[in-house]
């Protein structure tokens, strides 16, 4: 149990292209959903934190006009670079959790994000 | 503000021995969570562990136990008859509750089973 699906898992483009990825909870409904970049051999740094049918909640130093995060049911989050460039090549990984104090978050297996 | 720190870059241990990954933590909560997360060369994030900060009693899944000792704020990690199949990074975690539980994580411990 608790599975999480991440989409696309790699994904090269030109640079300006937006770029969405899809974090799926597929067997529970997740009030929270979390979303991190994480750089080669650092720990995951947290970027947003998403509530079903609310605005996302940013980090400090994340541009919200840059990465867009939709969480529009309690099993999809969506996070959208907007006009990607080389900078923000990076691997990018989302969790979801439960309701309850206790419960962990349970992880995505990433994006890797190559921006040409 | 919380903390999770882990001393120890880098580790190795020789396959079926033990070895014991070290996490201190800092938060100002009493009720609080903590986590040890696995991450291999996959980049998929397991969960391998967790301890609720009101137990006394240390957890235990398999070859994986902790050593909880909440008045020094420590969270150690011990991997039993280690495997090769342990070989990862190894994240300490605390999540000391707020509106949406967000875990704080250390840098990390990489661990090398040696054959």
């Known amino acids: 149990g608790a599975v999480v699906s991440q989409h696309p898992s790699r994904v090269i483009c030109k640079s300006g292209t937006s770029v969405k990825i899809e974090c799926r909870s597929l067997d529970f409904q997740a009030t929270t959903m979390f979303w991190y970049r994480q750089f080669p051999k650092q720990s995951l740094m947290l970027m947003a934190t998403s509530n079903e049918g609310s605005k996302a909640t940013y980090e400090q130093g994340v541009e919200k006009d840059k990465f867009l995060i939709n969480h529009a049911s309690l099993t999809l989050s969506t996070l959208t670079v907007t006009s990607a460039h080389p900078e923000d090549s990076s691997f990018y990984i989302c969790?979801?959790?439960?309701?309850?104090?206790?419960?962990?978050?349970?992880f995505g297996d990433g994006t890797r994000l190559s921006i040409l | 503000a919380q903390t999770v720190t882990q001393s120890q870059p880098e580790m190795s241990v020789q396959e079926a021995e033990t070895v014991t990954l070290s996490c201190t933590y800092d938060t100002s909560e009493s009720d609080y969570y903590l986590f040890w997360y696995k991450q291999p060369p996959s980049r998929q994030m397991i969960l391998v562990i967790r301890q609720e900060a009101y137990k006394q009693q240390n957890a235990t899944e398999n070859r994986f136990s902790v050593n909880f000792q909440k008045a020094a704020k420590s969270f150690s990690l011990k991997i039993s008859d280690s495997q090769l199949g342990d070989a990862a990074m190894y994240f300490c975690?605390?999540?000391?509750?707020?509106?949406?539980?967000?875990?704080?994580f250390g840098k990390g411990t990489l661990l090398t089973v040696n054959p």
């Open positions: 969790s979801a959790r439960m309701p309850g104090a206790d419960q962990p978050q349970h």
């Open positions: 975690a605390l999540n000391s509750g707020g509106s949406n539980y967000k875990l704080t």
